[in-house]
């Protein structure tokens, strides 16, 4: 190995996903390993936090192990540790933040607190190495939906973000609604395939005064509306329509406001980011849009949108390059803004 390279170990456990990556110059990914509870929480109908914690004590020392071994590298090859350390659920968030200060500590490394977002953010870097900001960004997770100038790396201003439920939540509840299950997501994304996105005229909510914000509890309740007004007159429920026609207005809440904050903030690359990033309508949406505007697109692999660690190595190495370290104190922030320390 060159003597210059920088490997960073990523810990990601803020959710359901307890992952580990290297990463490599903070581009080069050479480990990603990532250790799903879905099946777990299927049961439940969503995520159990105290479940998510107890499984990722249990797994995180294996993915890391896992880590290292797919890289073939050890820990003493590596430059930095960068551990998620907010915003997430807390104790599923303190298992990868006490498992990181532990490894730091005994191995005499650096300590690189990660934003969830900075790392969803981030993980655009990974397939596309002419990206550099400053570009638009957005991010629609599971917990998030924001439009982020991203600056310089490390540098954010949120223009917009949901006042109500998150994209991904929108998702996962109308999925639950029409008994789809958890996680509703990639369920929906795949009936809506077979469904017509105009058959059922559901809103597009707006936010006065704040262009770039969104609004999805409308939406969902405007779903939930529909199929009460279905039972009650008797009215086959047609839940691939259903699920093609609540992605649309999805779709176009997300694709108007995008193109406008590009406009907006005279932006010639956009990019997106977070769970919600994965869906085959939204990716499509946005390829067709930012070829209109003559906008540089960019989305990273499914893989690399849904919580991983990679994106988590990848933002901890330009927060290590920028001289970001953290102290033996570095606590799980659950609601931690994007941009604070
Ligand atoms: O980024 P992520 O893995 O975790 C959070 O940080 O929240 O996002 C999870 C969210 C879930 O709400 C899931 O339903 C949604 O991403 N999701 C999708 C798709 N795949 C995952 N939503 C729509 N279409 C998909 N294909
Ligand atoms: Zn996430």
């Not at 981030?122 to 100038?149: K, M, Q, R, W």
């Not at 006065?208 to 009460?228: C, I, M, R, T, W």
Request: charged share 25%.
């Amino acid at each position: 190995m060159n003597g210059k390279d920088i490997l960073i170990l990523g810990i990601e456990t803020s959710c359901d996903e307890t992952a580990a990556s290297v990463v490599k110059n903070g581009r080069e990914v050479l480990s990603n390993i990532i250790s799903s509870q879905i099946d777990i929480h299927t049961l439940y109908g969503g995520v159990v936090p105290e479940i998510a914690s107890r499984k990722h004590i249990e797994r995180i020392n294996y993915v890391i192990e896992e880590a290292l071994n797919k890289a073939h590298t050890a820990l003493e090859e590596i430059d930095a540790i960068g551990v998620t350390y907010g915003p997430g659920l807390v104790g599923a968030l303190l298992v990868g933040v006490a498992e990181a200060k532990a490894i730091a500590y005994a191995a005499g490394k650096p300590l690189v607190g990660v934003h969830h977002i900075e790392g969803h953010i981030s993980a655009n870097y990974i397939e596309h190495p002419d990206l550099e900001p400053p570009f638009l960004c957005l991010v629609v997770s599971g917990g998030h939906t924001h439009l982020v100038v991203v600056k310089d790396y490390g540098t954010y201003e949120v223009i917009g973000k949901t006042r109500d439920d998150a994209a991904g939540e929108a998702f996962d509840k109308v999925a639950r609604a029409i008994g789809l299950g958890y996680p509703g997501g990639p369920k929906v994304d795949r009936l809506a395939k077979e469904g017509r996105e105009d058959a059922i005229d559901f809103p597009r909510a707006s936010v006065e005064h704040a262009p770039f914000d969104f609004s999805f509890s409308g939406l969902k309740s405007a779903v939930l509306n529909y199929l009460n007004m279905c039972q009650m007159k008797g009215v086959e429920i047609n839940t691939k329509d259903i699920a093609a026609s609540f992605q649309k207005s999805i779709v176009d809440s997300l694709t108007v406001r995008a193109m406008l904050a590009c406009k907006e903030y005279n932006m010639k690359k956009f990019a997106i980011a977070g769970g919600v990033a994965s869906n085959s309508a939204i990716r499509a949406a946005f390829e067709k849009e930012c070829e209109k505007h003559k906008i540089k697109f960019y989305r990273p692999s499914p893989v690399f949108c849904t919580d991983n660690a990679a994106m988590i190595g990848t933002a901890a190495y330009y927060e290590y390059m920028a001289g970001t370290r953290h102290g033996w104190d570095l606590n799980a922030v659950p609601n931690l803004k994007l941009g604070e320390r």
